[in-house]
């Protein structure tokens, strides 16, 4: 997705750590106030079991929650139990928060979430890095107690830290997504944790999932972990439905990752890249190629090895810019005397083609290709074009090359939940190798 259009994104270029701890605090307190399973979730992971049965075991109960941010704890009242949550990087032992000590009586602590449950109040110091914030949390909850009955001891001290909090927050999308309920909110704050770091997320490396297509989710998971990590220099595509790169060429517009099948039903990633995609694009491709009888190559060298490259020429039909269908078709279903994809075939019969001219492009095809090679069936032409409601097509010629890289390789050198250089290495020369491909 488009980082700009995240629900929590801030829309600036400084990226100063106040501004984020607070975007994160305020971006975790929308989550739980209007995803109601992800409260539940982080409820009943945090209060004891007793705790949690008082507030929802009653079918005649009437429990209210309620959560605010950036609150003095003074102003904190009518309140029997105490949570302090610690959500950083780092973990927290109860035995280090009983241990704080050298109290500062004169100073205001505003604590940044709290969840208010009837007399349970839970309250949390959010950090958006690798920092206790213990002592902080420790001095939090003196203040806030002093004018109570309740003991320092007798404080609940919990450590969420951020990876066991998007643990919950996955699963629960998960599970939204599962039973049709896809909740944006949530989405856009795991995108938005994936973003700044996305070793919080808990994504397992390829060399911890088996080389086999019914683990597709979770390849798509770790590569979009890969894109997140890299994605300031090299920009990610902003569809829904398609994962890859942005390519800022005049010839082509993007690299789309698809999980296939492979040698021996393995599983593997191609690399999807199309130059010439629109009729413009075609005709900056053929100014780059610069020579007639250009072929992609049959491999790719990414990290000192080859990769098998599987290509064909691309017919592409659209309407209202929108892609409908294509063909996708090698020298063998090309007459020998003809060339599908050069100046001439560009000029004479890519563009705008008005319902009443498409028995032209009828004729085209027809002369170009085999004629054992039924292109009508392949296209789908009488299902897309003519017994539909269009009244125009548009056409281009270009190429479709994919490099398909096996995820056995994949789990060689992607080892380690927290360390993706190599995965993002080989993303990002797998677009340098396709951004030079006419170079060499």
Known sequence: MNRHLNIFHTYSKVNREQQLENDLTRA???????????LNSILKTILTEKDYESLFTDIAGETKVSIEIQKNVESLEAFNKLYALSITGLEMSAESFFNQKNWTEDKDYITDLVIFANDITLIAEVKPNNVSCTWQLAQQVHKSIKDTEIKFNDVIPVDLNWKKLMVLAVQVSNFNRASGNNIRFLNDFIHFIREHNHNWLPVAPFSSLANSLTKKQAYIQRLNTALSSISEEHPSLDYSDRMGLKLNLSWAQEIVFNIGSYKNNQAAVYFGFWPGNTKSQGSRMLNKIGKEN?????????????????????????????????????DNAVKPEKQILSWNTHNQFTGKYDRKEWDQLEKFLDEYLVEDYDWRKELGWETFFVNSGRNYLTVSIGYQIETIVPISYLQQIDTSQNDLTKLSELIIEMKNKYVKIFDE
Do not use: R
């Not at 975790?28 to 109601?36: G, N, T």
């Not at 992609?296 to 080859?306: A, E, V």
């Open 294 to 330: 250009w072929t992609p190559p049959s491999t790719i060298i990414l990290q000192g090895n080859p990769f098998e490259v599987k290509w064909g020429f691309e017919i592409k039909f659209c309407h209202f810019n929108a892609y409908v269908s294509n063909l996708v078709i090698d």
């Open 28 to 38: 975790l307190a929308i989550c739980l106030q209007e995803d109601s399973l992800f």
